[in-house]
T-cell receptor, first 115, second 111 residues
């Protein structure tokens, strides 16, 4: 595709519900990243994928958060039993490979609001 | 974890040159330094990247001293549309696959 896409763009949910956020990276990009940005804050790294493998999940805030990537393409970030503090913009990015020289291209984000 | 430090905010006026410095003491030997720009309600956008000395593109210049423990993003003759948050990005020596954004510098350009 032309760029990184994310869906939904906005998600409002009730506390305790599960949500799934989707990311479609740029075609051919092997590395995929998830970040979280709370209102007025900087970006918080959550997890990255090299292919379908996530070597380090320690950035995930709690065990309610999980992510997977299939076919080296689409990734989903799942938040179980959502809490109000999960409200944030969740950004996905992809890059050609994992190298610090590889530019990360960001999607527009999913704004999650937990009531 | 390696830590990057940037000023929280900066103010400038149209037409001035703006320099934003990022400190990154634990930068790894093979890591590059990348700066991103973020407008409200948008994902970050790549501005410039460098390894050492000076890099210049159509948007900005990046100055990196020999020890590479800091970098300075230079925006020439800023305009109102340069009002945004600027992040520096470096690799982490402790866990080389984990990229860490700086805290971000909120630049406000006034008329």
């Amino acid at each position: 595709g032309a760029g990184v896409s994310q869906s939904p763009s906005n998600k409002v949910t009730e506390k305790g519900k599960d949500v799934e956020l989707r990311c479609d990276p740029i075609s051919g990009h092997t590395a995929l990243y998830w970040y979280r940005q709370s209102l007025g804050q900087g970006l918080e790294f959550l997890i990255y994928f090299q292919g379908n493998s996530a070597p380090d999940k320690s950035g995930l805030p709690s065990d309610r958060f999980s992510a997977e990537r299939t076919g080296g393409s689409v990734s989903t970030l799942t938040i179980q039993r959502t809490q109000q503090e999960d409200s944030a913009v969740y950004l996905c990015a992809s890059s050609k490979d994992y190298l610090s020289t590889d530019t990360q291209y960001f999607g527009p984000g999913t704004r999650l609001t937990v009531l | 974890l390696a830590k990057t430090t940037q000023p929280i905010s900066m103010d400038s006026y149209e037409g001035q040159e703006v320099n934003i410095t990022c400190s990154h003491n634990n930068i790894a030997t093979n890591d590059y330094i990348t700066w991103y720009q973020q407008f409200p309600s948008q994902g970050p956008r790549f501005i410039i990247q460098g390894y050492k000395t000076k890099v210049t593109n159509e948007v900005a210049s990046l100055f990196i001293p020999a020890d590479r423990k800091s970098s300075t993003l230079s925006l020439p003759r800023v305009s109102l549309s340069d009002t945004a948050v600027y992040y520096c990005l470096v690799g982490d020596m402790d866990s080389s696959y984990k990229l860490i954004f700086g805290s971000g510098t909120r630049l406000l350009v006034r008329p």
